[in-house]
């Protein structure tokens, strides 16, 4: 609304102005009076208005969550073949573009990802410790984008995060406990711990 001037301020405008309540009851009993027209008026503002009445019905649904998870909660559980069966549907239908974009979201985001899943594993075996898309950085800076191990270049793609102790021999999936390594050094290192590896690598080289 374009602020009024006061030059072009009516009579009515300045009666509005003072009389807020009556005017307010005077509208309340016109919209009572005119409940088609009433709810015509809104349907047209909804319309002029979607981008504002759309938000203002998702911070309604989000202040009121309590009150209407219960009500989405028991609509899924009631549908739930139907929405299982619709969802299938959609993913067979929109197969490529949805594999395109999680190949797009991962390749955008391949190092929190790799974060992500290496915690999850670590939950699942029980690990303690978390570390930081940050602190998984500062680890690959310090050892100069190269795998610990084998001193092959790796970029933020192929690095993986070894833990020096492993996690299945009682190690941490703290940052202390993490270098980065090449994938087939991660692969072939396993179950023994750095020193050990590198008394292996040693053995190998020597034998060749
Ligand atoms: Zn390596």
């Known amino acids: 609304m374009l602020p009024v001037k006061k030059k072009t301020t009516t009579p009515q405008q300045r009666w509005a102005r003072k009389n807020r309540d009556k005017l307010a009851a005077a509208c309340r009993r016109w919209r009572a009076r005119h409940p088609e027209k009433q709810k015509a008026a809104t349907y047209n503002w909804r319309q002029r208005n979607l981008k504002r009445w759309n938000a203002y019905q998702r911070s ?53 990802k790799r974060v992500e899943h290496d915690i999850a594993i670590a939950r699942r075996k029980l690990a303690s410790g978390a570390y930081t898309v940050a602190e998984w950085r500062l680890v690959l800076r310090k050892w100069k984008y190269k795998c610990a191990y084998c001193r092959r270049r790796l970029t933020k793609k192929t690095a993986t995060a070894d833990h020096i102790i492993p996690l299945s021999r009682g190690g941490t999936n703290w940052i202390d406990n993490i270098v980065p390594a090449c994938l087939p050094c991660n692969q072939r290192k396993n179950f023994l711990s750095k020193a050990e590896f590198l008394t292996r690598l040693r053995k190998l080289r020597n034998y060749q």
């Open 60 to 112: 309604w649904r989000h202040k009121n969550r309590h009150r209407t998870n219960p009500i989405l909660r028991a609509f899924r559980a009631a549908n739930k073949n139907t929405l299982y069966a619709k969802r299938r549907d959609y993913r067979r239908r929109n197969l490529e573009q949805l594999r395109a974009a999680a190949r797009k979201y991962y390749r955008a985001n391949c190092e929190r």
